[in-house]
């Protein structure tokens, strides 16, 4: 379940990256010289306050919004003087996304939700389905790929979320709240599950999340501070 990565090569790395809102003296600076690295099969924690600047960062990384200096590392490769067709090719093969609410395809199965993003790679659907099988069966949902999201728990909606956001074997995860809407008990289930196939992908996982119990299990816990990032 390995991906791509080149060898002992930083999955994700911000170089010192910039955003600012609005101009003169209604001007936002969130992110004043944000750095980080993410290895592959790390997951890190990102806890910080509203508007301190989580979702700027995400869509950073996740090459959804442009840093207005500084630098964007995914698998090594630099993102700043991709054309707008690369960083869309980018982001579909090599950043997986999950959100609080799992945005899955309602008329489709769950098999067929992991087996979307690698038929839209080119992948032939033998493979992707042999492909998606194995993920849900890691999460634990072997019994559950025929089934369409409606007819899923909460929980295991987002495990299919999670699968399909790695079936591609992307350099980095990035989740937002991945467990937000859940209960206590499924969350820390959703989590573990999320961990497990992290670690086993070789991807670099960044969460935000406001649960401190998570954020303690994770590798490594960082924070928002002036715009700039910090290992708590
Ligand atoms: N497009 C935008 N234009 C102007 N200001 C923005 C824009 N996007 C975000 N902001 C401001 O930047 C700050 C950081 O926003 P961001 O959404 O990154 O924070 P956050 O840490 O994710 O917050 P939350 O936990 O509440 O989601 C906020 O003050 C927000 O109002």
């Given at each position: ?17 910039e955003r600012h809102y ?5 001007r936002l600076s969130i992110l004043t ?35 207005d ?157 002036g715009g ?5």
């Amino acid at each position: 379940m390995a991906n791509k990565g080149e060898a002992g090569g930083a999955a994700l790395r911000l170089e010192k990256v910039e955003r600012h809102y609005g101009d003169g003296e209604s001007r936002l600076s969130i992110l004043t010289g944000a750095s980080l690295v993410l290895s592959p099969g790390e997951v890190v924690a990102l806890v910080a306050p509203s508007g301190a600047g989580k979702s700027t960062l995400l869509h950073i990384a996740g090459l959804l919004d442009k840093p207005d200096s500084g630098e964007v590392y995914i698998g090594g490769r630099e993102a700043g003087s991709l054309t707008d067709a690369e960083r869309t090719e980018m982001r579909r093969l090599h950043i997986g996304f999950v959100y609080q609410f799992h945005h899955l395809l309602p008329e489709f199965t769950a098999l067929e939700n992991v087996m979307m993003p690698q038929l839209i790679r080119g992948l032939d659907r033998k493979e992707a389905a042999a492909r998606a099988e194995q993920l849900l069966a890691y999460m634990r949902l072997g019994e559950r790929v025929k089934h369409r999201p409606s007819e899923l728990s909460g929980g295991e909606q987002q495990r299919v979320a999670i699968a399909r956001a790695v079936a591609n074997a992307p350099h980095v995860l990035l989740a937002d709240e991945p467990t937000g809407n859940l209960d206590p008990k499924t969350s820390r289930y959703v989590f573990e599950a999320l961990t497990a196939l992290v670690r086993a992908s070789d991807v670099a996982a960044l969460i935000v999340t406001h649960n401190m119990d998570l954020a303690s299990k994770m590798d490594r816990r960082i924070t928002l501070s002036g715009g700039k990032i910090v290992e708590v």
